[in-house]
């Protein structure tokens, strides 16, 4: 069995705007939506984008799972916004999941 394990120093990640930029440009049009409404008030304004914990956890979170589904060739760099908006899903509870049919097999 295999096992996939990433570390991210989110902590550490300070985007310039036009990496930020970039970063958006390789997810579903619908996760860069939803993550373009996240705010968060601190002294007496509001972080938004890059400046907000969420957005960048969030944004993370979904590149790391394209990278996942690249390196793991159930996606194509070519066609990847598309076939990740087939791919990934969000549960009831707003969690993202990978909806994919995998066939496995073994033999001994």
Do not use: T
């Amino acid at each position: 069995m295999s096992c996939v394990r990433w570390a991210f120093r989110f902590s550490e990640w300070n985007p310039k705007e036009n990496e930020w930029n970039q970063c958006l440009e390789c997810i579903e049009l619908k996760e860069k939506e939803r993550i373009g409404k996240f705010k968060r008030p601190n002294k007496g304004e509001w972080l938004i984008g890059r400046f907000n914990s969420d957005a960048k956890s969030s944004l993370i979170g979904r590149l790391m799972l394209r990278l996942f589904l690249l390196n793991n060739h159930f996606i194509r760099e070519s066609n990847a916004k598309k076939e990740m908006e087939e791919l990934l899903s969000r549960s009831q509870y707003g969690k993202p999941f990978i909806n994919v049919n995998l066939l496995l097999l073994a033999s001994h």
